[in-house]
């Protein structure tokens, strides 16, 4: 798994250069030898650490002549991204990678450990979109999905990425840095140590803002008249994907500092208890199977496509209870959207 590493950052210290290159190196030696004992095939990486991250992102798309991201933002629900992976090629064997380098210039170890893991977690998704290609889980399905099936386990698998990441990511920092308790003992350092509570805060603000009342008002807003039907999906699919991302980051965050989980600590909202609750603890249970969160290459197809179907069937129950039902012609793929009452 071959490495190259650009800087295009203004200011940048020789020093944190060098610390940014020899980390990289590090990260990137560890994820090949993990990939390796999984028989995942290679993969060329080129990271691009870069001062302006939305500008460079959106400058590599074009030379890609790929329009689907041309118009890349950094807002998210919740956050914001400060990482992306590109493929460079259809099998996923060569790889670009684009971080926002502006936390390197910061020598301040806080802002130094996020970075490390906001490199870990985007070279973990080299691994896990190169092995994902190359199982053939992904033979057959739409790039951009539109129907709604599609739609719902694409949310379900991206979701499922972001958490798996994570925990890879966690696995690195803990071997790279440590810290110290109010005692004084050193132990190593994790994800949750980051942010702490800060997912479960942003989560708690999207439960509020957007899910409930939001989603139920949205789907009210169609049957009054107020919206079209592709701006109610339009609206729903993408926020679901959001939402979800937001929702993995958190859970896997406090999964690494054995925490309390937000889900759990939100449990008395009723975005949590009517929707969010049940879709992920299904999604959850497909990802924590006993192969672990990177399979072997043999077990990667099974493992994609039971994450695809029950965490895409949880978020089609999910909609189920916000009053939309999906039906998908086999013939041909057209999807029907059929709205009731929603549920609140």
């Not at 590493?5 to 020093?15: D, Q, S």
């Not at 695809?308 to 057209?334: N, S």
Request: proline letters at 4%.
């Amino acid at each position: 798994m071959g490495l190259t590493v650009h800087t295009k950052v203004e200011g940048l210290p020789a020093a944190q250069e060098q610390a940014l290159r020899s980390l990289a190196a590090i990260i990137h030696a560890a994820l090949e030898h993990l990939a390796q004992e999984q028989e995942i095939p290679d993969v060329e990486v080129t990271v691009v650490v870069a001062g302006d991250f939305a500008s460079e992102v959106r400058a590599i798309v074009r030379q890609q002549g790929d329009g689907s991201d041309a118009q890349f933002s950094t807002e998210r629900i919740g956050g914001v991204v400060v990482g992306k992976c590109i493929a460079l090629n259809d099998d996923f064997s060569k790889q670009l990678v684009v971080i926002d380098g502006t936390g390197w210039i910061d020598v301040d170890p806080a802002a130094q450990a996020q970075s490390i893991a906001s490199l870990a977690h985007e070279l973990a998704h080299v691994v896990l979109d190169r092995a994902r290609h190359a199982s053939g889980a992904l033979d057959g399905v739409p790039a951009n999905p539109y129907n709604g099936v599609d739609m719902a386990r694409e949310i379900a698998k991206t979701a499922a990425a972001e958490f798996r990441a994570d925990l890879v990511a966690n696995a690195v920092l803990r071997v790279l840095a440590g810290t110290s308790d109010s005692d004084g003992v050193t132990r190593p350092l994790t994800i949750y140590d980051l942010c702490a509570d800060g997912h479960c805060d942003e989560l708690r603000r999207t439960l509020d803002a957007v899910v409930h009342p939001g989603w139920p008002d949205t789907v009210q807003r169609y049957r009054e008249h107020h919206m079209t039907l592709p701006q109610l999906w339009e609206e729903i699919a993408s926020s679901t994907g959001g939402v979800f991302n937001l929702l993995a980051h958190g859970e896997a965050h406090a999964h690494a500092g054995s925490a309390s989980r937000p889900l759990e600590t939100l449990r008395a909202h009723r975005g949590v208890e009517l929707y969010l609750g049940p879709a992920w603890q299904a999604l959850e249970d497909a990802i924590t199977t006993e192969a672990g969160i990177l399979p072997a290459l043999s077990a990667t197809c099974a493992y994609e496509q039971h994450i695809a179907e029950q965490g895409g069937r949880a978020i089609l129950d999910m909609w189920a209870r916000l009053g939309l039902t999906v039906e998908v012609d086999r013939r041909d793929g057209r999807f029907a959207l059929w709205v009731g009452e929603p549920q609140r």
